[in-house]
């Protein structure tokens, strides 16, 4: 009987920080914390999270201390995961810059708490790598030259796949962020807990949707006062 191969490790992904990119001395930092910590194999989830293997549970604190200086902070206000393309100028492909976008939806105020998990996927291009149809929400350039976004709201994908409404079109950044954080409040008012926007969507309809984010946009301008 040919041997028994060995067990394979459980990844553990460091939740609550991203790694988006790595310098040639954030590098020798990271080996340096495989190194000390004994990890067994390290990875980068598609959201820009470290996994290991390898690691011992009551080292995992030290671990994450011994990375801080390479790791930035998840958001705190219901996005849990961010999927980015590479900047502009690091994609061949790349027509408008995704960093600024990325930055301040970490910091958009929304209403807590969330209904479900949200994903966010940001196209650097119209080849769409990360999939911005199919995530809670989406973002994908309508003009490199105007520096605009196309506005994407309840995909899924898994078992119950649902290509996502478009909500907005040619939107600038600021533009942008209002209308995702007003629709994120007309879902977080209205979805049952742990209902996703896939299947919050699913149950209404899309212009009644629409009609209660314009509400929530005329309070925002002080014309629903």
């Not at 030259?145 to 709201?153: E, G, L, S």
């Not at 533009?175 to 209902?195: G, H, I, N, P």
Request: net charge positive; charged share 25%.
């Amino acid at each position: 009987m040919p041997p028994t191969p060995p067990l394979q490790k459980k990844f553990q992904t460091i939740s609550g920080y991203r790694l988006e990119s790595l310098s040639s001395d954030d590098l020798k930092i990271l080996c340096s914390a495989v190194d000390t910590f004994k990890i067994d194999k390290i990875r980068f989830t598609p959201g820009s999270q470290i996994a290991v293997s390898g690691l011992a549970d009551d080292k995992l604190s030290d671990f994450v201390r011994y990375l801080k200086p390479l790791l930035k902070p998840q958001p705190t206000n219901g996005i849990s995961t961010i999927l980015n393309c590479n900047d502009c100028g690091e994609c061949k492909n790349g027509c408008i810059s995704t960093a600024e976008l990325v930055n301040r939806l970490g910091l958009l105020d929304l209403p807590q708490p969330m209904p479900g998990r949200l994903k966010v996927a940001i196209a650097g291009c119209p080849r769409c790598c990360t999939m911005p149809r199919l995530r809670d929400i989406g973002f994908i350039p309508a003009s490199a030259k105007a520096q605009t976004w196309n506005i994407f709201f309840g995909g899924n994908g898994g078992r119950k796949p649902r290509i996502g409404d478009q909500i907005g079109a040619k939107l600038t950044l600021p533009a942008s962020l209002d209308l995702v954080a007003q629709a994120l409040t007309v879902y977080q008012r209205e979805a049952e807990d742990k209902m996703r926007t896939a299947d919050y969507l699913r149950s209404v309809n899309l212009e009644q949707f629409l009609r209660k984010i314009e509400k929530i946009a005329s309070i925002d301008s002080g014309q629903g006062i």
